[in-house]
T-cell receptor, first 113, second 115 residues
């Protein structure tokens, strides 16, 4: 069965600190992987995605993620966070003929100025 | 923003009543999804559709049904609303194939309160 695990539920960082959020997935076939962000009171927006090619993917706002197939992981990183990065971050995976899209439970990031 | 509209945006209903939420898209995308978002649970898939009249259950489908009679509309029905179904409901759409069309676009959400 398809599943996604996010290990960090709540992360608190100071501005300029580096960020890494973990994401592991379970799926037997070819997958597409995503990171979405949800700012307070808003809907989800795409940060970045991986479907093939270079396993290091760059997204918007300085975020990047690395797909490590052997570890079934797709961790999100940012070298220096800003207060405006305060939000909830969701990892997601889809695949298969019906394109079922599953999300992790999310990581709430609070960046202190 | 992708052309995706959820209605209503807010609703308060009584326990035991049926409720229908509507998701309407103007992007002609093949795939449509209904999620509920609750603190600590992230987004949980209720039902999804991979074509007109083609739907499947997600992780938390009990108490919910869906219909998709045309490409642009995906309806979510709570057959007999319960307080445990108080949540924020999001609709999402995505296209077919790899690359850009695989990303999902989300509606603004519907806040449903069951009293």
């Amino acid at each position: 069965a398809q599943s996604v695990s996010q290990h960090n539920h709540h992360v608190i960082l100071s501005e300029a600190a580096s960020l890494e959020l973990g994401c592991n997935y379970s799926y037997g076939g070819t997958v597409n992987l995503f990171w979405y962000v949800q700012y307070p009171g808003q809907h989800l927006q795409l940060l970045l995605k991986y479907f093939s090619g270079d396993p290091l993917v760059k997204g918007i706002k300085g975020f990047e993620a690395e797909f490590i197939k052997s570890k079934f992981s797709f961790n999100l990183r940012k070298p220096s966070v800003q207060w405006s990065d305060t939000a909830e971050y969701f990892c997601a995976v889809n695949g298969g003929a019906t394109n079922k899209l599953i999300f992790g439970t999310g990581t709430l990031l609070a960046v202190q100025p | 923003d992708a052309g995706i509209t959820q209605s209503p945006r807010h609703k308060v209903t009584e326990t035991g009543t049926p409720v229908t939420l509507r998701c309407h898209q103007t992007e002609n995308h093949r795939y449509m999804y209904w999620y509920r978002q609750d603190p600590g649970h992230g987004l949980r898939l209720i039902h999804y559709s991979y074509g007109v009249k083609d739907t499947d259950k997600g992780e938390v489908s009990d108490g919910y049904s869906v219909s998709r009679s045309k490409t642009e509309d995906f309806l979510l029905t709570l057959e007999s609303a319960t307080s445990s179904q108080t949540s924020v409901y999001f609709c999402a759409i995505s296209g077919q194939g790899r690359g850009k069309n695989t990303e999902a676009f989300f509606g603004q959400g519907t806040r449903l309160t069951v009293v």
